[in-house]
Structures are given as structure tokens and as C-alpha cells.
Antibody
Framework: QVQLHESGPGLVRPSETLSLTCTVPVGSISTYYWSWIRQSPGKGLEWIGHNAFRGSAKYGPSFRGRVTISVDSSKNQFFLRVTSVTAADTATYFC????????????WGQGSLVTVSS | SYVLTQISSVSVAPGQTARIPCEGDNIGGKVVHWYQQRPGQAPILVVQNDVGRPAGIPERFAGSNSGNTATLTITRVEAGDEADYFCQVWDYSGNSFVFGSGTTVTVL
């Protein structure tokens, strides 16, 4: 397990863009795929997508066309952008590290609550 | 897309065994992972690759997977095991991670 840390606004207006940053330990960003996962209040987990430095981004079926995940190795950070948000996008957003040897998540951030409201 | 179904809750007395099923079409042909999420905290991996335990996870946590059901079994349940538990697979046809809906374990 490594420490990941989400940051970004806690409140976003409807129809605007949600932007979050995840900071990862120095030196590790180039080795892994990095994911965003969200959890709506009182609900389950939903994979948004992942990307890697010099990798190709993949997105969950519910998010294709509305989400961008990018990686900046110089800052040891990766990012989430969700456009045209609605109240349904209100959730806790987690960043996570994809395991190298399989399709699971071996490290998670503590989560960042984002509320969509006017 | 692939769907994983979990029962909403399981109640168990301390010292007893909790069994948490995760159902999916031919899930036995997939690789299942399990996470524990305590209230207000991030999930942590408790079983990987159907039956493996990450470092630091007690032997009381065990996974199995066959047919249309994967199961997380917690033996000698303790108060600290009270949490939500989620199963997860990689859906190759949809190119996507998929989570179950989660099961809340209540220790009586």
C-alpha cells in the first residue's frame, strides 16, 4: 500500500466541469495504471476509468464521452475531468493504483467528496 | 455489461462465521477480488485472485469461486470486521472493472 491523496473543489455547479487531482509517491507514477472510482452517497463503488504515463486511457461504460483521465509524470499527479455534471455526479471520488500483476486495486486515497449543486 | 449481485446485509454473532456471496454469470471463469470498507474509510483489499490474501490480512478471511458464485468467508468474526464488503472482477468483453453492489456485515 502507498499513500495517495485526492484534492479539488468540494462543490461544483450543475453543467460545469468537475476536476480532481491525485498526488502519488515520487518515482512511482511511471510504473502503474492509475484509476478513479466513485461512490455515490450510501451506494456502491463505480469504476470511472484509468490511464498510465505513456499508456492509453480506458473508461467505464457509464462515463465514455464525458470523462478524461490524464497523467503528469513531472508532477507525480494524475487527473480527472468530468464535463456537464448533474446532481447524479455527487459522490466521493477515490483515486487508486491498479496492481501490476492483476486486475485489482492495491492502494487507495482517502476519498474526496464532491457535491454538485447550484 | 457484466453484473455482479450481492445480498445487502449479513448479520453474525461474534466468533461465528460470515459467508458473503457474490453472484455473476459463470463468475467461476473470472478472477474475483474482495474489498473491506469501514464507515468513512477507503476500501482495502482483503482477498485477491479468488483465494489470495494480501500481506497483513488475517487467515480468517478466505475466498472461493466456482460456477456462478464467489464467496468471501470470514471465520471467528470480530467486532472490527463490521464493514461493507465488495467483490470485483475485470470484465474482458467490456474492457472494464466491475464491482458488486456490496454487503454490509453487522456483528451482533
Amino acid at each position: 500500500q502507498v499513500q495517495l491523496h485526492e484534492s479539488g473543489p468540494g462543490l461544483v455547479r450543475p453543467s460545469e466541469t468537475l476536476s480532481l487531482t491525485c498526488t502519488v509517491p515520487v518515482g512511482s507514477i511511471s510504473t502503474y495504471y492509475w484509476s478513479w472510482i466513485r461512490q455515490s452517497p450510501g451506494k456502491g463503488l463505480e469504476w470511472i476509468g484509468h490511464n498510465a504515463f505513456r499508456g492509453s486511457a480506458k473508461y467505464g461504460p457509464s462515463f465514455r464521452g464525458r470523462v478524461t483521465i490524464s497523467v503528469d509524470s513531472s508532477k507525480n499527479q494524475f487527473f480527472l475531468r468530468v464535463t456537464s455534471v448533474t446532481a447524479a455526479d455527487t459522490a466521493t471520488y477515490f483515486c487508486a493504483r491498479d496492481a501490476v500483476r492483476g486486475h485489482w486495486f492495491d492502494s487507495w486515497g482517502q476519498g474526496s467528496l464532491v457535491t454538485v449543486s447550484s | 455489461s457484466y453484473v455482479l449481485t450481492q445480498i445487502s446485509s449479513v448479520s453474525v454473532a461474534p466468533g461465528q462465521t460470515a459467508r458473503i456471496p457474490c453472484e455473476g454469470d459463470n463468475i467461476g471463469g473470472k478472477v474475483v477480488h474482495w474489498y473491506q470498507q469501514r464507515p468513512g474509510q477507503a476500501p482495502i483489499l482483503v482477498v485477491q485472485n479468488d483465494v489470495g490474501r494480501p500481506a497483513g490480512i488475517p487467515e480468517r478471511f478466505a475466498g472461493s469461486n466456482s460456477g456462478n458464485t464467489a464467496t468471501l468467508t470470514i471465520t471467528r468474526v470480530e467486532a472490527g470486521d463490521e464493514a461493507d464488503y465488495f467483490c470485483q472482477v475485470w470484465d474482458y468483453s467490456g474492457n472494464s472493472f466491475v464491482f458488486g453492489s456490496g454487503t454490509t456485515v453487522t456483528v451482533l
